[in-house]
């Protein structure tokens, strides 16, 4: 007898584990959850790299992408390949975004990701234990914590503080709707473990018999007939087999969602030719519409003992609005040292509302190879500027006495690049980078709108049984990390599905 699941879930990742978890608790329903990393069932069995909250991981389970951030100039691009995803390597900071965020994606005609709609989701996946009030949760799977006075490091007492002399208000709770300005880094961590996904919502319901969680199975593409999902075609170990279920949902992020689709004929019809999949729905927006956080940095050389390992890198956060912006289209992190590197601190611009799009192309049929990632960084004036705005400033604040009795002089750029603004706009293009928080590229939208791949319920569009939730799904960025608007998306859909069974 054949085994037909009531849903399978492909990655397990923010979004994927979330989701699976919350679908099985209809213990009713059967879930297969498939993964192409390894799995770890225990928080004990997760090795350091994954545990350790207060570096990102991005070699020992990564995906080793790379990406063009301009046309000329390729970067590496980690993705977690484990169970937990990208939640399980991240950084830890553990920002929602804004209302206007959410406001915008319901304005676009996702009817159900208002700020109203969302904020329960993004209550219910946390215990937060320092906030308390309206807007935050205490018995969801993901503990949220902040750095408290005593355990600030130098540099970051000293970024708290020279912020609020230039004018930013100190904000106790990035995650309350209103906040802006100076604040204590939240995190999901407890106390040096990162709590990943696979921690916080797969560890304590391995018990449960409908739901089955599997790792190192990569998914080629899913199975349609009559424009029906009806499974997927899994690689498990060297051998492809395919594998039944009614619903099919894809939460691969927001690089490898798309892939899948093409490979399924779901996409552009030269995408889909050019993977030689036979077309099933003709979606040209597959893989287009791809959002990520452009950064850039100013480097000072630190005074001995003063960036050193295991301090953790970030530990405070400024939350801003550029000359003209919108509210909070900016970050600036202190990170204490780059990570692995020792004898440097940091202060890093980071874009929360670009402009600039960027897609990926579908080359290859091989399922093991990467799409090609083309990150189009900088293609827009006011991006460059606004970052350009963004490391003046972070000049600006490095050189108060506070924070520069902690360096022994500019490590990059120059005081002469960053006094001249043509030149600093060449250092930006040659030097800027992302914060691995691809989104976008199966954008949620009506059927109308010629760049939606799924509609405000994450079903796919032309095609029955089958929805993306994951990044992908985001019509916008939003102006925050994304794991826990990933997290919440998760719920999110949870929720939609329960109530239409
Ligand atoms: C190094 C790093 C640092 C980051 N730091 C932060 C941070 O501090 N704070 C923050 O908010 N955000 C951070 N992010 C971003 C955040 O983690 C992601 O936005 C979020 O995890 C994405 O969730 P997702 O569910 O879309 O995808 P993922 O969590 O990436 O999950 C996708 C899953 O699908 C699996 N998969 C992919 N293809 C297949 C296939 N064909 N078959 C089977 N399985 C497949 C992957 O292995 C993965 O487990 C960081 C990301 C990285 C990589």
Redesign the pocket.
């Known amino acids: 007898m054949t085994t037909v699941y009531d849903y399978i879930v492909?990655?397990?990742?923010?979004?994927?584990a979330a989701l699976a978890a919350r679908l099985s608790e209809d213990s009713d329903s059967s879930v297969l959850l498939?993964?192409?990393?390894p799995d770890y069932a225990s928080t004990e069995a997760t090795p350091h790299d994954l545990r350790y909250a207060h570096r990102?991981?991005?070699v020992d389970h990564d995906?080793n992408f790379t990406a063009n951030a301009t046309p000329d100039r390729e970067v590496s691009y980690?993705?977690?390949?484990?169970?937990?995803?990208?939640?399980s390597?991240?950084?830890?900071?553990?920002?929602r975004g804004t209302p206007d965020d959410f406001n915008e994606w319901a304005s676009l005609g996702n009817e159900g990701w208002g700020w109203e709609d969302c904020l329960p989701f993004f209550q219910r996946l946390e215990h937060d234990l320092d906030a308390s009030g309206d807007f935050h949760g205490k018995r969801g799977p993901l503990p949220i914590v902040r750095w408290q006075p005593h355990e600030m490091r130098p540099l970051s007492e000293a970024f708290l503080d020279v912020c609020q002399l230039q004018g930013f208000p100190y904000a106790e709770d990035f995650n309350d709707p209103e906040a802006t300005g100076i604040s204590p880094m939240a995190q999901n961590r407890d106390r040096d473990t990162r709590i990943s996904t696979a921690i916080a919502y797969l560890e304590p319901i391995r018990h449960r018999l409908n739901l089955t969680i599997r790792g190192g199975?990569?998914?080629?593409r899913v199975l349609v007939e009559d424009r029906k999902a009806t499974g997927v075609e899994?690689d498990c170990e060297g051998e492809l087999q395919k594998v039944q279920g009614r619903t099919v949902i894809l939460?691969?992020?927001?690089i490898?969602s798309p892939?899948?689709l093409v490979r399924s004929g779901i996409g552009a019809k030269e995408d889909v030719d050019m993977v030689g999949a036979k077309l099933v729905s003709e979606l040209p927006g597959v893989g287009r519409n791809l959002i990520d956080h452009p950064l850039c940095s100013v480097v000072w050389q630190s005074k001995p003992g003063i960036s050193v390992l295991p301090d953790p890198p970030v530990q405070a956060m400024l939350r801003y609005t550029s000359n003209g912006g919108e509210t909070n289209d900016m970050q600036l992190y202190m990170v204490n040292h780059f990570p692995g590197r020792e004898g440097n601190f940091a202060l890093l611009a980071i874009l929360q509302r670009p402009k600039s799009r960027g897609r990926l192309h579908f080359e290859t049929e091989d399922?093991r190879a990467q799409p090609r990632i083309d990150l189009n960084f900088f293609s827009d004036e006011s991006d460059v500027r606004r970052l350009r705005e963004g490391l003046q400033l972070a000049q600006q604040i490095g050189e108060h006495p506070s924070i520069s009795q902690y360096a022994d002089g500019l490590a990059a750029p120059s005081a002469e690049v960053l006094a001249d603004n043509e030149a600093l706009d060449t250092y930006i293009q040659e030097n800027g980078s992302h914060?691995?928080?691809?989104?976008g590229t199966a954008k949620m939208g009506q059927a109308t709108d010629p760049e939606a791949v799924v509609d405000s319920q994450c079903r796919v569009h032309g095609v029955q049984g089958l929805r993306v939730v994951?990044?992908?799904i985001m019509p916008e960025i939003v102006r925050?990390?994304?794991?826990?608007t990933?997290i919440m998306i998760?719920e999110r859909v949870s929720e939609l599905m329960r109530q239409e069974r």
């Open positions: 492909v990655g397990a990742g923010s979004s994927g498939l993964e192409a990393g990102v991981s991005v995906w980690p993705r977690g390949r484990v169970m937990g995803g990208s939640s390597v991240n950084g830890t900071l553990a920002i199975c990569l998914v080629n899994v939460s691969a992020g927001a490898m892939a899948i399922y914060n691995f928080h691809p989104v994951d990044a992908s925050a990390n994304t794991n826990l990933c998760g």
